[in-house]
């Protein structure tokens, strides 16, 4: 199984900071990684797929990189509604497996 | 618009049964592989399976391989997920969620989740 390792499972910034998540899996698998929001008590939201790819409707200061075994997202500007929890997951090979988390919280 | 809403969620004892269902609207329904992800209280994600849009193939977490069977309907554009021999450990709210258009194995629609609690 690929093992993804985020990190940091948490940290903390203002409102305006630039963030940045990295995701590690234990083998390479190309670009196949997806980013999730998370905020409580409600359902994951798609942010990035393909390792770099926004998906439709969200904010252009979410950004992806990486392929092989690292990669990143970056919240380029923090806003208010950003606050969550945030998950990779490797979308190369059955079983699926998700990081860790990293949850974002306010400064 | 795309909608997925589960339902069947509750409390169980261990050793008992219980089945989810997930009914799909606002796209077609045969065309997507459907996955089921779980998240214990406090805890994050955890895949549990996924299907094919046509039941071509079926893929299971070791978790829960052999006590779980993830089925679908597409007459009625409802997914299932029946768990047998349930332990403590398969508490959680559980999520069915749709395969993306833009890149396979990921989720780009989501249900509200079920809460499935197993306890004596």
């Known amino acids: 199984d690929i093992q993804m390792t985020q990190s940091p499972s948490s940290v903390s910034a203002s409102v305006g900071d630039r963030v940045t998540i990295t995701c590690r899996a234990s083998q390479g698998i190309s670009s196949s990684l997806a980013w999730y929001q998370q905020k409580p008590g409600k359902a994951p939201k798609l942010l990035i797929y393909?390792?770099?790819s926004l998906q439709s409707g969200v904010p252009s200061r979410f950004s992806g990189s990486g392929s092989g075994t690292g990669f990143t997202l970056i919240i380029s500007s923090l806003q208010p509604e950003d606050f969550a929890t945030y998950y990779c997951q490797q979308a190369n090979s059955f079983p699926l497996t998700f990081g860790g988390g990293t949850e974002v919280e306010i400064k | 618009e795309v909608l997925l809403s589960e339902s069947g969620g509750g409390l169980v004892q261990p050793g008992g049964s219980l089945g989810l269902s997930c009914a799909a609207s606002?796209?077609?329904?045969?065309?997507?592989?459907m996955t089921w992800v779980r998240q214990a209280p406090g805890k994050g994600l955890e895949w549990v399976s996924t299907?094919?849009?046509?039941?071509?193939?079926?893929h299971y977490a070791d978790s829960v391989k052999g006590r779980f069977t993830m089925s679908r309907d597409n007459s009625k554009n409802t997914l299932y997920l029946q768990m047998n021999n349930l332990r403590v450990e398969d508490t959680a709210v559980y999520y069915c969620?749709?395969?993306?258009?833009?890149?396979?194995?990921?989720?780009?629609?989501w249900g509200q989740g079920t809460l499935v609690t197993v306890s004596s």
């Open positions: 969620a749709k395969y993306s258009a833009g890149g396979s194995k990921t989720h780009d629609y």
């Open positions: 393909s390792a770099s």
């Open positions: 299907i094919g849009g046509r039941s071509e193939d079926t």
């Open positions: 606002g796209f077609s329904f045969s065309t997507y592989a």
